[in-house]
Protein backbone atom coordinates (compact mmCIF):
# COMPACT_ATOMS: atom_id res chain seq x y z
CA UNK A 1 0.00 0.00 0.00
CA UNK A 2 1.07 3.73 -1.16
CA UNK A 3 1.06 6.22 1.56
CA UNK A 4 1.62 9.87 1.06
CA UNK A 5 2.14 12.83 3.79
CA UNK A 6 -1.25 13.74 4.71
CA UNK A 7 -2.91 10.23 4.98
CA UNK A 8 -4.89 9.31 7.68
CA UNK A 9 -4.33 6.12 9.20
CA UNK A 10 -4.99 3.39 12.01
CA UNK A 11 -2.78 1.07 13.46
CA UNK A 12 -3.51 -2.37 12.85
CA UNK A 13 -2.95 -3.86 16.48
CA UNK A 14 -4.24 -0.72 18.28
CA UNK A 15 -6.90 0.90 17.22
CA UNK A 16 -6.93 3.18 20.54
CA UNK A 17 -4.57 5.15 18.94
CA UNK A 18 -7.11 6.31 16.83
CA UNK A 19 -6.71 8.33 13.85
CA UNK A 20 -3.40 9.51 12.86
CA UNK A 21 -1.94 11.49 10.10
CA UNK A 22 1.14 10.74 8.28
CA UNK A 23 3.98 13.41 8.69
CA UNK A 24 6.94 11.99 6.70
CA UNK A 25 8.10 8.63 5.03
CA UNK A 26 11.38 6.74 4.87
CA UNK A 27 13.60 7.13 1.92
CA UNK A 28 12.96 3.31 1.46
CA UNK A 29 9.23 3.14 1.88
CA UNK A 30 8.89 1.14 4.19
CA UNK A 31 7.85 2.91 7.71
CA UNK A 32 6.17 6.11 8.34
CA UNK A 33 5.90 8.79 10.82
CA UNK A 34 2.66 9.50 12.46
CA UNK A 35 1.41 12.30 14.84
CA UNK A 36 -1.41 10.84 16.85
CA UNK A 37 -3.53 12.86 18.95
CA UNK A 38 -3.66 12.71 23.05
CA UNK A 39 -6.01 13.07 25.76
CA UNK A 40 -4.15 16.36 26.74
CA UNK A 41 -4.50 18.07 23.40
CA UNK A 42 -0.72 17.48 22.34
CA UNK A 43 0.52 15.04 20.12
CA UNK A 44 2.54 11.82 20.19
CA UNK A 45 4.35 11.00 17.28
CA UNK A 46 6.19 7.92 15.99
CA UNK A 47 7.58 5.75 13.31
CA UNK A 48 6.11 2.44 12.67
CA UNK A 49 6.25 0.21 9.39
CA UNK A 50 3.85 0.37 6.95
CA UNK A 51 2.67 -2.95 7.25
CA UNK A 52 1.16 -2.00 10.83
CA UNK A 53 -0.69 0.62 9.35
CA UNK A 54 -3.86 1.03 7.25
CA UNK A 55 -5.26 3.75 5.63
CA UNK A 56 -8.78 5.16 6.90
CA UNK A 57 -11.32 6.66 4.27
CA UNK A 58 -12.03 10.03 4.43
CA UNK A 59 -15.36 9.68 5.20
CA UNK A 60 -14.77 7.55 8.32
CA UNK A 61 -12.11 10.17 9.52
CA UNK A 62 -13.53 11.60 12.84
CA UNK A 63 -12.46 14.98 14.47
Known sequence: MNF???????????GFYGNGEVIGLSKTGKSAT???PNAFGTWIINTYR???????EESNVTT
Open 50 to 56: IQSLTKV
Open 34 to 36: VKW
Open 4 to 14: KVGDKVKHAEH
